[in-house]
């Protein structure tokens, strides 16, 4: 049997459940508002403005954020000042927006205001107007732009995540435009400091170093001279440092991978790759290196591929006559 004092203390909490239930479900008289903007972007030509809007939104009885104020967390209103008559405000967002706004109440029903925003250097101005044409539950509409700001911030947190993963393959693709400061990325600096020590690394140099230079303008390719400039360093003392150690360690994937073009490792290549061919192969250890070097020298792949193409044997003496008594015979019997 449960004992007395339990099934009080149940009972109670179950009491104050129901109370904070009822609390959060009571309704909370509010006002339902038309509000209707007009909007006018500056370097538009005539007659382009756009058409005006007219949308519908529950408020609490003491209005307390300007009309069509943002609802995503994207936006700050600050410096609001209230009136008798009407209010004012200032308004600071992401992405370099800025702008105030101010209204004025016609009686109890109705308002009219103004509304600048400014852009990127393009300026919006707006004509707002409302009225009042109903009541409503603000506490309803409380939850609903909680419920919106949830939704706005779960949206960003998969934005972020979306760009940390692109921001991740610039570095292990070694691109750089997605790390500049003018990428819409947003990328943090850690992603740039990685990106730039992974670049002068014999693998980061591996990667880069073959990618041609762009030849469109402001269109990227990937090649060292792009990530050097984004690092602020100098895309010749790279391939000096990296090409010069490879070649006096010998490590063949490195100066494969670019060295061979910007004049390294010729006596390697003198050595091991010169003169060879099908029936006179190199060393299965730098096969693989001596063909990526012809690709890049094309004096090496020329002469490598005129010693690959077999020449006829001269003639003996003997098959000499026999032709030659082939051709007077062909001469005097026209065949």
């Not at 609390?23 to 509010?30: D, L, N």
């Not at 690092?231 to 990296?242: K, L, P, T, V, Y």
Request: hydrophobic residues 35%; proline residues 6%; glycine residues 8%.
């Amino acid at each position: 049997m449960t004992p007395p004092s339990l099934l009080i203390h149940a009972g109670l909490l179950s009491l104050c459940a129901a109370v904070l239930s009822n609390a959060q479900a009571a309704p909370e008289p509010g006002d339902l508002w038309e509000d209707t903007v007009e909007m006018e972007m500056s370097g538009l030509p005539a007659g382009m403005a756009q058409r005006a809007q007219t949308h519908r939104r529950c408020s609490p009885r003491q209005m307390e954020t300007p009309p069509m104020a943002d609802q995503s967390g994207r936006c700050e209103m600050f410096d609001l000042r209230r009136s008798a008559d009407g209010m004012a405000w200032k308004m600071r967002c992401e992405g370099n927006v800025s702008g105030a706004g101010e209204i004025r109440y016609e009686g109890r029903d109705r308002y009219r205001g103004a509304w600048t925003v400014d852009a990127g250097g393009r300026t919006m101005a707006m004509k707002m107007s409302g009225q009042r044409v109903g009541e409503c539950d603000a506490s309803e509409a409380r939850r609903q732009l909680a419920a919106m700001k949830q939704q706005a911030a779960q949206a960003q947190h998969q934005l972020a995540d979306a760009h940390a993963i692109q921001c991740k393959s610039a570095v292990d693709t070694l691109m750089a435009p997605s790390l500049r400061a003018d990428s819409p990325l947003g990328c943090e600096p850690k992603y740039k400091a990685e990106f730039c020590r992974k670049l002068q690394s014999p693998d980061g140099f591996a990667i880069v170093a073959g990618r041609p230079a762009a030849t469109v303008a402001g269109l990227p390719s990937g090649d060292l001279k792009e990530g050097a400039e984004l690092c602020g360093a100098n895309a010749e003392e790279i391939s000096a440092r990296i090409c010069g150690n490879a070649e006096q360690q010998e490590a063949l994937d490195v100066l494969a991978a670019g060295c061979v073009s910007r004049g390294y490792a010729r006596a390697l290549v003198v050595r091991e790759c010169a003169g060879r061919s099908f029936s006179s192969p190199p060393a299965e250890k730098y096969r693989q290196f001596c063909a990526s070097a012809a690709s890049q020298d094309t004096t090496l792949a020329g002469a490598s591929r005129a010693r690959s193409v077999p020449t006829a044997a001269p003639a003996s003496p003997q098959q000499e006559v026999i032709d030659k008594g082939r051709q007077l015979l062909k001469g005097l019997f026209g065949r």
